[in-house]
């Protein structure tokens, strides 16, 4: 049965009658707030921070560009293909235990990978990062919704969106602080820092609250959606590597396809379905998940690239790159906070697409990048980048947090980290293939010229560029590094103009689809 569509109610909850909201004095709701910030910033910053770090992570292990790829990316496709089970399972046993459970796991996983120098070591930790941050992501959305009363919800909200998309940068800058001064497993250490504060937070103030009426937990379903994602990122992002046509990844692609069609089969029969495919008929609903999904593919997939651009091409230092970053969040926070009010004035059918074109106008200045840093083009691009993931983001996850009642925001908060989580694991695998095909296609001549093991080296990464052999060459090295570094600009200005695509398209079908301004 799909949910009913009105705004939840401040005088009920999951869990609880009367509601937490009801309860809370006004300081609790302020300390809850800021320890599920301090979350959410624990997950956040664990994709956007690492960026910084890639380049050193490369130089210092050997990893490939496809490992590389696959050390952010495990994270966020264990995380996407978990969020909506995670978010079942805290209405059904509790948001308070699962939140806490899952930054257990994510701070000792974290631990761990400041211990090992294993690529494949690594993406295995990323993952087990993964499933904590699924369990933590669409708890702190929810209890968010389920603790303030319907007045002060949206502007909670505001404040939710403006950490997950602004504390990305903020996350950069800390990584960049870090590396400064310490290896770039320092930055793994940030992230057991924070997890520790959100737990001691989450202990201290976080009220329990679950739905008393939760359905049976939906493993088959869980597992189909795992698969599905996985399946989908793997083929991505093994193909500029291995071939698109080699069985590897074709097999990926076909078995993610063929279980997001079971997937979908599979809940349709459901009677309690974990996500019921028909709320995606909903205007609200099915409008705002889109729209959060192309945000965060254009958001994060320009993260991965443009951080080893500041780095690898550039030739920046971590901390030097992420101060270049450092005007979004000042752009995007602001309007993250005001954006409600204004899609309660005009509408989220006007305020959501402008907010997406803005951010592909942002993506084309971008795109005119050059190996000579312009720093007018880079800063020309954040700001309208950050408005319009200002403008959209609020307004986007408060259209599918008020489509459903209180007793499923568990589901409402995971299908908006589902899809926050869906959209960036594509645009890294996705950008980060449209760069690795450019790449390894711009240096195909000036390899081929190259004796064997010189030339894989050039082909896998270009952060062969800053390795002490090319160091100690000189001058005999320059028309290889040259070219090694136009032919990564190439790929990510090409990326650039593809997520510019992509948001267009996006903003077209989210204003036919979203709900009509009465």
Excluded: C
């Amino acid at each position: 049965m799909v949910p009913s569509t009105g705004a939840p109610s401040p005088t009920t909850t999951a869990g609880a009658s009367p509601s937490a909201a009801a309860v809370l004095p006004p300081r609790r709701q302020r300390l809850v707030l800021a320890v599920m910030g301090v979350s959410l910033m624990t997950v956040v910053s664990a994709v956007s921070g690492l960026n910084v770090a890639l380049p050193s992570l490369a130089r210092d292990t050997g990893a490939s560009q496809t490992e590389l790829t696959w050390i952010v990316d495990a994270y966020t496709v264990v995380f996407a293909g978990l969020l909506l089970f995670a978010g079942a399972l805290g209405d059904r046993y509790g948001r308070k235990g699962i939140l806490v459970a899952g930054l257990l796991v994510f701070g000792a996983a974290a631990g761990g990978a400041t211990l090992t120098s294993d690529p494949q070591v690594l993406v295995a930790l990323r993952a087990l990062m993964g499933v904590g941050a699924a369990a933590i992501m669409p708890t702190t959305l929810s209890v968010i919704t389920t603790s303030f009363p319907e007045s002060e919800r949206p502007r909670a909200v505001g404040v939710w969106v403006g950490i997950a998309g602004g504390g990305g940068v903020l996350g950069l800058f800390g990584a960049g602080l870090l590396l400064e001064w310490f290896g770039w497993n320092s930055f793994f250490a940030l992230n057991v820092a924070l997890a520790t504060l959100g737990l001691v937070g989450a202990l201290a103030v976080v009220p329990a609250s679950r739905d008393p009426h939760a359905p049976p937990l939906d493993v088959v379903g869980a597992l189909l959606s795992l698969v599905a994602v996985g399946g989908v990122v793997s083929g991505v992002i093994e193909g500029p590597s291995r071939g698109w046509s080699d069985g590897v990844t074709l097999a990926a692609l076909a078995a993610g396809l063929v279980a997001g069609a079971a997937f979908v089969g599979w809940e349709l029969r459901r009677p309690a379905p974990m996500l019921d495919p028909r709320l995606f008929r909903l205007r609200g609903f099915g409008s705002g998940a889109l729209s959060i999904t192309a945000q965060f593919s254009a958001a994060f997939g320009f993260f991965f690239a443009v951080l080893q651009y500041l780095q690898f091409v550039v030739g920046l230092s971590p901390l030097q790159a992420a101060l270049r970053l450092l005007p979004l969040p000042f752009v995007l926070v602001p309007l993250a906070r005001t954006a409600p009010l204004l899609a309660r004035r005009v509408g989220f059918r006007r305020v959501g697409p402008t907010g997406l074109l803005l951010m592909a106008a942002g993506f084309v200045v971008l795109s005119r990048l050059d190996v000579e840093l312009s720093y007018p083009v880079l800063l020309g691009g954040l700001v309208l980048f950050g408005a319009g993931m200002g403008l959209a983001g609020t307004p986007a996850t408060t259209a599918i947090t008020e489509s459903l009642p209180p007793a499923k925001q568990g589901v409402a908060s995971a299908v908006n980290d589902t899809a926050r989580e869906l959209g960036s694991a594509l645009g890294i695998a996705v950008l980060g293939s449209v760069i690795n095909q450019a790449y390894r296609d711009g240096v195909a001549d000036v390899a081929s010229r190259l004796p064997a093991e010189a030339a894989e080296h050039v082909r896998e990464s270009v952060a062969f560029t800053q390795s002490p052999a090319v160091a100690r060459l000189g001058d005999a090295a320059r028309p290889v590094v040259d070219a090694a570094r136009a032919a990564f600009l190439d790929g990510v200005s090409t990326a650039m103009l593809a997520a510019a695509v992509f948001l267009v398209v996006a903003a077209v079908v989210v204003f036919v689809r979203s709900p009509r301004v009465p």
